[in-house]
């Protein structure tokens, strides 16, 4: 089948259900290039964009989920406006997705609590560093104790990671869609309000 011919080309549904599908893969597929989206927050002229990977989606409640370091300056800056957006492109599918949204701090809640129970040994190492991330350091570092960098630390020393974990929901306010083509690239805007709109954009 040609790219051209994909039953998403002009069809509203099948793009929803698309880029669902795209998403809810990805928190499994470590291969998947939406997997890993850039997270951007600010507040005027400190603006910023950073990798997370994503590791919850949910289709019907509209959210995305992915973890961090509380002391991470990102949480600040959420928490004084919670107006974000993500970004993702895969180039093998040619599609990019702008997602805005509303980002929602999790901390030591049921939320956390389920997320970090999933959280593997190798993960928790990055919960784990001394100081907080982005700390200026006088040598290049990991910030972790010799234990840590050498994966010497058992599931119950991780346990200490959680101090310092945290859970950004991003609650979707309107995902944009953009596929290319060489036939003719097309572009829509879904927004979530109290029912979906869809409106088909010039590319
Ligand atoms: C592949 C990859 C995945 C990453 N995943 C995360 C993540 O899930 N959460 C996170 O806070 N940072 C993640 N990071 C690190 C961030 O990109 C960033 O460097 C870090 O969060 C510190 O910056 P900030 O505090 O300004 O956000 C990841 C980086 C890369 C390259």
């Known amino acids: 089948m040609s790219q051209e011919q994909v039953s998403y080309y002009e069809d509203f549904n099948e ?23 850039v997270f951007i927050c600010g507040d005027k002229d400190n603006l910023d964009g950073r990798v997370v990977v994503i590791r919850k989606v949910d289709d019907k409640n509209y959210f995305i989920q992915f973890h961090s370091d509380l002391r ?37 809640d049921d939320v956390t609590k389920t997320s970090w129970d999933k959280t593997g040994h190798i993960s928790r190492k990055c919960y784990l560093v001394t100081n907080a991330p982005g700390t200026e350091s006088e040598k290049p570092t990991s910030g972790l104790e010799s234990k840590f960098d050498n994966f010497d630390f058992s599931k119950e020393e991780s346990e200490k ?30 927004e979530f309000k109290k029912s979906k709109k869809f409106t088909w954009l010039v590319p």
Do not use: M
């Not at 101090?163 to 572009?187: D, M, T």
């Open 72 to 108: 991470s300056t990102k949480i600040d800056i959420i928490k004084k406006n919670p107006s974000c957006s993500l970004l993702f492109y895969g180039k093998k599918e040619k599609i990019q997705l702008r997602i805005k949204v509303k980002s929602e701090l999790h901390y030591n």
């Open 161 to 190: 990671g959680y101090e310092n974990f945290c859970v950004i929901k991003c609650k979707i306010k309107s995902i944009e869609w953009l596929y290319l083509a060489a036939k003719g690239h097309r572009r829509a805007l879904i």
């Open 15 to 37: 793009i929803e259900k698309k880029l669902w599908s795209l998403l809810i893969r990805a928190v499994n597929d470590r291969n998947s290039e939406f997997r890993t989206p």
